[in-house]
């Protein structure tokens, strides 16, 4: 199965005061390790990165050395990321992966993507919490694509990316499938403050 990988680096990054995509880890930026994550899982070769606009990361995209799209819709944060993703794609499956979550496994990804069955479209995590994680999930073009594009040109409110992931007729991978990973309890460790961020860094 052909898949392209986007990476979502174009959060506003509000709580954290600076953009989390180049905090680091391990020395190494969120957005890098992200990229290499991915690389890892070897589910693709072909690996992007999303940010809101042009001008946002101008100067850090050139150290990151990867093709950069852009958000086509500004303002609607992962909505508007992964209706870019799927509105560039030449593939019929994509992989999303926000760069915020570094303890996500290349093994995991690999899980994720030996789970791709026709006529679902999403395939995406359920968390050790039971919550289900859209933001490392992927997406089937055909069905995906048309659903998002007609929800991001409505003029109201984006609804949260797990309602929207439920319009797409989910498989979803139940943490039980998965657990015997190392971490994976942990995988899905989000980093939105500073405080988040050093308990992210004691864990990795």
């Not at 899982?41 to 001008?55: C, D, L, P, Q, Y």
């Not at 509105?87 to 030996?114: K, N, Q």
Request: aromatic letters at 8%; charged letters at 20%; one cysteine or more.
């Amino acid at each position: 199965m052909e898949i392209e990988a986007y990476i979502l680096i174009g959060g506003r990054s509000s709580r954290m005061g600076r953009s989390k995509a180049f905090a680091d880890i391990g020395g190494v930026p969120l957005a890098r390790h992200a990229f290499e994550t991915v690389n890892g899982s070897g589910i693709t070769e072909e690996i992007k990165f999303v940010a809101g606009n042009e001008a946002q990361f101008a100067i850090e995209a050139a150290a990151l050395n990867a093709p950069f799209i852009f958000d086509l819709v500004p303002g609607r944060g992962p909505l508007g990321g992964l209706h870019a993703a799927l509105s560039y794609a030449r593939t019929p499956w994509i992989f999303l992966l926000a760069c915020d979550m570094p303890l996500v496994s290349p093994e995991m990804i690999g899980i994720l993507a030996s789970e791709i069955i026709d006529g679902v479209g999403v395939v995406l995590p359920e968390q050790a919490d039971g919550r289900l994680q859209p933001l490392c999930a992927l997406y089937n073009t055909a069905i995906a694509g048309p659903i998002i594009t007609e929800t991001i040109e409505l003029p109201r409110v984006s609804p949260r990316m797990t309602e929207l992931a439920m319009k797409l007729e989910p498989k979803i991978i139940r943490f039980e499938s998965y657990s015997n990973l190392p971490g994976a309890a942990t995988f899905f460790s989000n980093i939105n403050t500073p405080d988040e961020l050093e308990i992210v860094r004691k864990l990795f």
